[in-house]
């Protein structure tokens, strides 16, 4: 890679917790209330009202690149460490000229980015009984690492889970719970269930460990393509965001989420200049349903993300299935990074789009039939 980015900025090296809120940037503001695609109506929302903080005690501690750096140390042989891959091109492209790299996260094991997180967690806390809220790809994580370790694994799913991801969970010896309602209820669920059963509590992005494993996907990114002038990154929870964003201080990378148009919860927060909730939203993206950023990840985005973009569910599918084309097996919680690249379509230098999950159907029945790794493996 040789093109170096367009518009060089001074490194950001540190950020400030909780702090006073540093003011959106212009660039970002614009993207967050001006999306091409539709978002949806007031109406939709229940408030605009300061969200209640998921993980009030996680507040105030500062988390840096040496968190993330530290995570990579403590994962390494438990997470694979997945390819840049060329992406479409050309005619494939709506704007020729750009330079396009895939972070093929849906090769890792477990079918995700989530094993990262969830893996830093469990080593770094050494829980043997664990408790989760999952929109199922955290909760398969958890249950693959558990298995070896011979660690007790209860996910609690919300309405609308993807039966084929609650039986892999299943199969892979995890306990699942389903409650009704959005994200909001789930996690309010695995926080009782914690608290209930002493299990620990591993959310799926609202936590310091969780944030600082998935920001191996943006070391891993940066180290091979120094030259980045763009990450793409899909956004639910905002822990892969907030990962790579941590990832990326110090880099002159210009960092950009991206939300399904039906759940914008980071860009409506962000323009508001504090965390809204949503009602509970819908999207094909089944992976990016959070109704709220959490209180650990929205402090980080704030301070060093540079847009945050919204795609269609019709542009996310077309993602899925031009990756499809290219042979490339993603759901399409994993396309969506992809779809705002193709969105955005601007900037002549090199660009990544972080590929985040491969758990389609097919993928998930072949998990499910192969079931646990063995206890005396690790998951590598
Ligand atoms: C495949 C996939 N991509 C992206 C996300 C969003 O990640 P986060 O909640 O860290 O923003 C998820 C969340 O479940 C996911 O499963």
């Keep these: 890679m040789t093109t170096a980015p367009s518009a060089p900025r001074a490194p950001r090296t540190s950020i400030a917790l909780p702090g006073p809120r540093a003011p959106m940037t212009p660039r970002a503001l614009a993207a967050s209330t001006a999306p091409v695609t539709s978002i949806p109506s007031a109406t939709s929302m229940t408030s605009t009202a300061p969200a209640a903080p998921a993980a009030p005690a996680a507040r105030g501690v500062p988390l840096g690149r040496a968190d993330v750096e530290a995570a990579a140390a403590r994962i390494a042989g438990h997470v694979r460490r997945t390819p840049l891959l060329a992406g479409p091109a050309g005619p494939e492209l709506p704007r020729a000229g750009r330079r396009l790299l895939l972070k093929a996260e849906h090769l890792q094991h477990s079918g995700s980015f989530k094993l990262r997180g969830a893996a830093n967690a469990v080593l770094a806390l050494g829980a043997r009984r664990i408790v989760t809220g999952s929109s199922g790809n955290h909760g398969i994580a958890l249950a693959r690492l558990a298995a070896p370790l011979g660690a007790e694994?209860?996910?609690?799913?919300?309405?609308?889970?993807?039966?084929?991801?609650?039986?892999?969970?299943?199969?892979?010896?995890?306990?699942?719970?389903?409650?009704?309602?959005?994200?909001?209820?789930?996690?309010?669920?695995?926080?009782?269930?914690?608290?209930?059963?002493?299990?620990?509590?591993?959310?799926?992005?609202?936590?310091?460990?969780?944030?600082?494993?998935?920001?191996?996907?943006?070391?891993?990114?940066?180290?091979?393509?120094?030259?980045?002038?763009?990450?793409?990154?899909?956004?639910?929870?905002?822990?892969?965001?907030?990962?790579?964003?941590?990832?990326?201080?110090?880099?002159?990378?210009?960092?950009?989420?991206?939300?399904?148009?039906?759940?914008p919860r980071y860009a409506r927060s962000l323009a508001a200049g504090h965390p809204v909730r949503l009602a509970p939203g819908d999207t094909v993206a089944d992976g990016l349903r959070g109704q709220q950023p959490g209180a650990v990840p929205y402090p980080i985005i704030r301070d060093r993300v540079d847009d945050l973009i919204t795609v269609s569910d019709a542009q996310i599918l077309d993602a899925a299935a031009l990756l499809r084309r290219r042979g490339f097996e993603a759901e399409p919680s994993g396309a969506v990074a992809l779809a705002g690249a193709i969105r955005a379509g601007r900037g002549t230098g090199l660009a990544v789009a972080v590929i985040s999950g491969g758990n389609t159907k097919t993928a998930l029945m072949t998990a499910a039939a192969a079931g646990p790794p063995s206890r005396t493996h690790r998951t590598a």
């Excluded at 039986?167 to 914690?194: F, H, M, Y």
């Excluded at 990450?231 to 941590?246: D, E, I, M, Q, R």
């Design 153 to 263: 694994v209860t996910v609690v799913l919300a309405g609308g889970a993807h039966p084929a991801k609650i039986a892999v969970i299943k199969a892979l010896g995890g306990r699942t719970v389903r409650v009704p309602g959005g994200v909001a209820e789930r996690d309010a669920r695995a926080r009782e269930l914690a608290e209930e059963t002493g299990a620990v509590l591993i959310p799926s992005s609202d936590h310091e460990l969780v944030v600082a494993g998935q920001g191996t996907v943006g070391l891993e990114i940066l180290a091979e393509a120094p030259d980045a002038e763009t990450v793409y990154v899909p956004t639910g929870g905002g822990g892969l965001l907030a990962g790579v964003c941590l990832a990326a201080y110090g880099h002159p990378v210009r960092v950009v989420g991206v939300e399904p148009a039906g759940t």
